[in-house]
Structures are given as C-alpha cells and as structure tokens.
C-alpha cells in the first residue's frame, strides 16, 4: 500500500508508487521558452516543452544517452545530448532565439498533439505500463512541494550532459535552477477573453497565451499573477494591439479585443 509520503512501490489496485517510478528512470523537466517549443527525442516527436515542465508531469527516461531537440517555427532550434541514470534528475533551463529577421509577435505556434507516444521512453523506445499520455499524472516528489530547495539540494541536476554535436555558445548551456514552491491559487487572479478574430495571436507580457478562440472557449478566464499586464493581440493582415490591464485577486477582468485590418 502506497504511503502518504508517495514512496511505496504499489497500491492495493496494483498501481506503481511515485517513487516505484522515480527510481526506474531519470526525470527531465523542460523548462524551455518558448514553450509551445516542439520536442523530439532521438528524431521522434513526443510533444511540446509544455508538456513535460512538471505541469502536469515530466519526461521520463531509462538509463542511457539520448538527443534532445526543441524546434518551433521562426526560432533557433535547440539541441542537447543527455547521458542519464535511474533516478537522476534533469533540469534544462534554455530560451530559444528568434531566427534573424523574425519577431515573436508573427509567429503562430503549431497546434499541439499532446504525447502521442507517452512520457516514458528506453534506449528501444516508448515503454508500456509506464505513465503515458493518457495516464494520471503522479505528483511532483514530496521534497518539492515541502521546502524550497538549495542549490546543492533541489534534486535538479545537470550532471551526464554531454555536449552536443555543435558548439554551443555559453548562453546556450543546460542550466540548474532551483525549484520554486508552486503559488497558492488563492494569491491569483483571473483574465477572461474575448478576440475578434477568433485566430488571433494573445501574448501577456509578451509570452505566447494562445488562439483568441480557445481562451474565450474557458468561461473562468486564464489564471495569472495580480498587477497590470500587457496584452498583445496580432493576426497576419490586421493592425496589432497592444493594451494594458490591471487585474486583482477575486475580481476577473474581461478582456475585450476587436483588431482592425
């Protein structure tokens, strides 16, 4: 039976523990902006950067060495050789550049396809029985949710990254961070959209939100940090606009864009 703490290797329904799993593989975390960034491993595509940040759960890898790539139209592609063990945890920290000539506001992310092969790859490729797309994501391990770590303690390693075919510029290491503690919602604030047109490009703070159609496709709003924030909103053939809101804990604001061509 599975404890309370998440380290049993079972449960009563024959479920593997968190830390069953965690110690059968390393664990990436992407932490790769933009990231809407495509992610291929070994040639393969397995998803976005998004999708293996930790929310809702991470890239899981069996001991060996393996090649990471993050592609995204109008960007720089990226690219790192892992050299990972069980257990090992792995944190890549990177920004991708804009490709000469191109600005984040024309670029329109391709839309995603989730983990069509799942989050658990070997060395002979994607492994059944392993927490796949389809399955629930286990939690983030306890020590990450109790304390902010140190930096000689946070879990997060760069440790077995060997370089990459290229020279890569000192901007373009594999960095280690600390992991935050996640803010309570309480502390939030909500943004609720409505672009005209529906395909329209939304950044906040200049960070791609997404579709103007799929944000006003949910009806509580898009949860964000309270204080003013810049709201961009761009589409091949119409004038851009740039506004500023303030929104407040408790409070949604609406969100009302009506670009011009």
Do not use: C
């Not at 393996?66 to 920290?93: C, I, K, M, N």
């Not at 670029?107 to 658990?120: A, D, H, I, N, Y």
């Not at 391990?141 to 770590?149: C, I, S, W």
């Not at 303690?153 to 960095?175: K, L, Y």
């Amino acid at each position: 039976m599975t404890g309370d703490d998440g380290e049993g290797e079972g449960s009563a329904d024959g479920s593997v523990g968190v830390s069953a799993r965690t110690d059968r593989y390393a664990i990436v975390k992407t932490d790769v902006s933009p990231e809407e960034a495509l992610v291929f491993l070994d040639g393969k595509y397995i998803g976005t950067a998004d999708d293996f940040d930790g929310t809702p759960d991470y890239l899981y890898l069996g001991a060996g060495k393996y090649h990471l790539e993050f592609r995204l139209p109008g960007y720089q592609t990226f690219a790192t050789d892992l050299d990972v063990s069980r257990g090992q945890r792995v944190r890549v920290d990177q920004k991708l550049k804009l490709q000469p000539g191109k600005s984040a506001l024309d670029q329109f992310p391709p839309e995603s396809k989730g983990t069509p092969l799942g989050r658990v790859f070997t060395k002979h490729g994607p492994e059944a029985g392993g927490p796949g797309a389809d399955d629930e994501a286990p939690p983030p391990p306890r020590r990450l949710q109790q304390r902010a770590p140190t930096p000689r303690d946070d879990g997060w390693s760069d440790r077995g990254m060997a370089p990459a075919p290229r020279e890569r510029a000192p901007e373009d290491r594999v960095d280690v961070r600390d992991e935050p503690l996640p803010r309570p919602a309480g502390n939030r604030a909500r943004m609720r959209f409505k672009v005209t047109p529906e395909d329209a490009a939304v950044y906040v703070d200049d960070k791609y939100l997404g579709a103007g159609g799929d944000l006003a496709a949910n009806p509580r709003g898009v949860v964000t940090d309270p204080g003013t924030h810049s709201i961009t909103v761009a589409r091949p053939g119409y004038k851009s606009k740039t506004v500023d809101i303030t929104v407040r804990i408790g409070a949604p604001v609406d969100v009302v864009v009506v670009l011009e061509k």
